[in-house]
């Protein structure tokens, strides 16, 4: 993977969001609550905003929510995509044990569902390691991407 300078300022500018700058209450902004049936699971995912989609994945036992007080800022300039991980919030588990790679699966195929090919990614926890296999399995769909605490 070559790193670029547009990376490097998308890095940082995603990284002064989430841990500098103040954070805004997301009461206000326009959302889409939407579902889609992925690979025999229905999938719960909100969007909000406009402009390259960027997905958000929150980490282990956490929700789409948790991403509420940073989604109004970043919906200014992205197209955000925040699902709620197989097995969590209002998403649909498989039985049997979490197996992240299935799971970047899952997340990759509602991608395409809702129309986006490639796109940029931050992952909390267990979404980073999620973030981690769906870049190991389709590494082109992947702009940039930002791993936090995997």
């Given at each position: 993977m070559v790193v670029t300078r547009q990376f490097f300022c998308f890095l940082l500018a995603l990284l002064t969001v989430l841990f500098i700058a103040t954070p805004i209450s997301a009461q206000d902004l326009s959302t889409a609550d939407g579902s889609a049936e992925v690979n025999g699971l229905d999938i719960y995912y909100r969007t909000a905003g406009s402009g390259p989609p960027l997905l958000m994945m929150h980490g282990f036992t956490g929700a789409a929510n948790w991403w509420d007080l940073h989604l109004e800022r970043l919906a200014e300039h992205y197209t955000v995509i925040v699902p709620d991980l197989p097995g969590h919030g209002r998403s649909e588990g498989r039985s049997g044990p979490f197996r992240?790679?299935?799971?970047?699966?899952?997340?990759?195929?509602?991608?395409?569902?809702?129309?986006?090919?490639?796109?940029h990614a931050i992952?909390?926890?267990?979404?980073?390691?999620?973030?981690?296999h769906m870049a190991t399995i389709d590494p082109d769909r992947i702009d940039a991407m930002v791993i936090v605490s995997a």
């Open positions: 992240f790679d299935l799971v970047a699966q899952d997340l990759l195929t509602l991608m395409s569902e809702i129309g986006f090919s490639r796109f992952g909390y926890s267990a979404g980073g390691i999620t973030l981690f």
